[in-house]
């Protein structure tokens, strides 16, 4: 359960149970307060171990994955798989906001896919690019039950996942819809039993560990979980009633009157939970597991796992609710292929000792230890992926999000980046790239630089070419990106705060976006801004198409012109204002790309700026423009600083 989700009393409570236990709590896919890290003065820990990471990639920062345990890629949940989700704009107070780097009182929205999960291959992608933030860190995907999830998870098996939970149709928060509760997602029971059977009949299952979860609520839950084959197992509601969860399915109205899932300050006076009474619930789970394996006379419980020959199905068979339904051929006898374990006893290679990042690591030592300025040159080729990130997660552990001072190390590259170029890369890390870079440039970046542009001997024009690939810039927390270039699809999908200047951009530009700031000199594809609630976005519209292109549904176009401002004498003052504010950003910006860059394209603007000025169009989302208004006129101030005009 995220924050948001539940109040942070609930959340705390549910971590230091499990952490007392030797447990895992899981953050949910809201991120995780930093002061939660650090032990407790009376021992306990608030950090929970688990790590999601959604498609909404809230608050995944590297200080966050670098402080997990394990780290779960949620491709879809049991409640309500292939959907996403959303947290209502009246849950999300400063703190929440603060949490996920968003703006308070506006909505969120996470889309229903990963962005950068379109196959197999690119989950194995993620999968590298989390283990090398968090070596580690297990890395985890979460399925959901249904026909072929076995056949799912073991390709997740095949792209060195540690990890794989199977999720029922039966949790969940009240907060999903009546809809997906009835018609979506299958029991856990069914999913498990498949995904267990054909790991084992593909040599898969001792290099994996199983979960499941999904309505679990009783220690004879458990037994028949491993027997159906899962080495672990996940409780959400049950824990949650057993702090004082009543089950009112009122979790996204904001109302819950005993505390548990809203944010209300008076509501969450209510909440009476305590640890002890986690701990206890699960200790009596464990006494009843233990009660049942002593009567099946199993002492270990490894032994219990797949053991498919101690379910007995007569009183099923002959169920009257069992009528018709054969379920024989998914749960059948097994035979251990090629004297594989039927419960997980290997770990999987990551071949993270290949990775550029171990030499990067060494030449860094100083700059890691006594924050000594570093500069050095590296080649670069396509198949070193994720090059930044073990590097940044180094940083991260030792100095958290704040990292070092800017340009505390300076790495100059040249030659072709692989995929995930600049994943994560933390505060004070500067990356240039003479060359061109793959997919997922800049994904989750946390504060660090990454400058792209061509080859000094190249003959291409930059502004209309290629010059790096799709999903650039997906979650991205803070930082800079300069691309002198046209890049693909979906540039800052997800953005949350980074400043970024490219000069061209494919389809679905700054989709999801919730903050920072985007300049685009030059074409977009179709369908920009779709789903954008937050930050602000300056198009370079010289063929006057950007309007069509444009996905107007939750944004504002504005042009970057006082003769443009019809509006009474009060607003017009505030809103030349404003227009001045932006045309400096604007302009500082660009000559920003032109520094890092040489891109001529900036040049050329600068250089004519008075002709191209004009041509600029501002994006501002409705409700993010309504939210700071609000918060200005409740702060009663006088001038809008950059903070909260979108930086």
């Not at 069914?190 to 309505?215: C, F, P, S, Y």
Request: net charge neutral; aromatic share 6%.
């Amino acid at each position: 359960m995220s924050l948001g989700s539940i109040s942070t009393e609930a959340h705390t409570t549910l971590a230091i149970a499990m952490n007392r236990l030797g447990g895992r709590s899981n953050t949910g896919e809201g991120g995780e307060e930093p002061s939660r890290f650090s032990p407790m003065e009376n021992g306990d820990s608030m950090n929970s171990r688990i790590k999601q990471v959604a498609s909404g990639r809230f608050g995944v920062t590297t200080e966050y994955l670098s402080n997990a345990t394990d780290i779960q890629i949620k491709m879809a949940q049991g409640a309500k798989p292939g959907e996403g989700g959303q947290l209502p704009g009246g849950k999300v107070n400063d703190f929440i906001a603060k949490i996920r780097h968003s703006t308070p009182g506006v909505g969120l929205i996470s889309p229903p896919p990963h962005h950068d999960i379109y196959s197999i291959e690119d989950l194995a992608q993620l999968i590298h690019d989390l283990k090398n933030v968090n070596p580690r860190a297990r890395v985890s995907v979460k399925l959901v039950s249904e026909i072929g999830v076995g056949t799912v998870a073991a390709g997740v098996s095949k792209a060195y996942a540690d990890h794989v939970t199977i999720s029922g149709n039966d949790g969940g928060t009240g907060a999903s819809p009546i809809t997906s509760l009835l018609n979506a997602g299958g029991p856990w029971e069914t999913g498990l039993a498949e995904t267990h059977q054909t790991l084992v009949m593909n040599g898969l299952r001792d290099r994996i560990a199983v979960q499941v979860d999904g309505g679990l609520r009783t220690g004879r839950d458990v037994v028949i979980g491993a027997i159906l084959g899962a080495d672990e197992f996940g409780f959400a509601t049950a824990a949650l009633i057993s702090e004082g969860c009543i089950m009112m399915r009122k979790c996204h109205l904001n109302t819950c009157p005993v505390g548990v899932a809203t944010q209300d300050p008076e509501l969450r006076k209510n909440f009476t939970g305590q640890p002890d009474h986690v701990v206890n619930f699960f200790v009596f789970i464990a006494n009843e597991v233990r009660e049942i394996m002593a009567e099946l006379g199993i002492r270990n419980f490894n032994d219990l796992i797949g053991r498919r020959d101690l379910l007995n199905f007569q009183g099923a068979e002959t169920h009257w609710k069992a009528h018709g339904l054969d379920l024989g051929k998914l749960i059948v006898p097994l035979d251990k292929q090629d004297k594989q374990d039927f419960f997980n006893s290997k770990t999987q290679d990551h071949q993270l000792n290949k990775a550029l990042d171990n030499v990067l690591i060494e030449k860094c030592k100083l700059a890691i230890s006594d924050q000594q300025k570093i500069n050095f040159k590296s080649k670069i080729i396509n198949t070193n992926r994720t090059v930044g990130a073990m590097l940044s997660g180094v940083v991260a552990k030792k100095y958290g999000h704040n990292g070092l001072p800017n340009n505390t190390i300076n790495i100059d590259f040249e030659g072709n980046a692989g995929q995930s170029f600049g994943a994560w890369l933390a505060k004070g890390i500067s990356f240039n790239l003479e060359g061109d870079a793959n997919d997922y440039v800049g994904k989750g970046l946390s504060g660090g630089k990454i400058a792209v542009y061509p080859h000094s001997k190249s003959k291409i024009i930059p502004d209309k070419n290629i010059i790096a690939g799709n999903t650039l810039l997906y979650g991205a927390i803070s930082g800079e990106c300069y691309l002198s270039g046209v890049v693909g699809e979906r540039f800052a999908v997800r953005n949350s705060g980074a400043t970024a200047v490219v000069e061209g951009c494919g389809d679905h530009g700054c989709e999801y976006m919730t903050g920072g700031i985007v300049v685009v000199l030059g074409k977009t594809g179709r369908n920009f801004a779709a789903g954008m609630s937050g930050g602000i976005a300056y198009i370079l519209d010289e063929d006057e198409m950007f309007e069509s292109n444009c996905n107007k549904s939750m944004v504002d176009l504005e042009k970057l012109s006082k003769d443009d401002i019809n509006t009474k004498h009060t607003e017009k003052e505030i809103n030349s204002d404003l227009l001045d504010f932006d045309i400096s950003r604007l302009k500082l910006l660009i000559n920003r790309h032109y520094k890092n860059t040489k891109s001529q394209k900036a040049k050329l603007i600068i250089d004519n700026w008075e002709k191209y000025l004009p041509l600029f169009i501002k994006i501002t989302p409705f409700e993010f423009k309504r939210a700071l208004n609000e918060r200005k006129q409740n702060l009663k101030e006088e001038k809008i600083p950059s903070r909260i005009a979108g930086e």
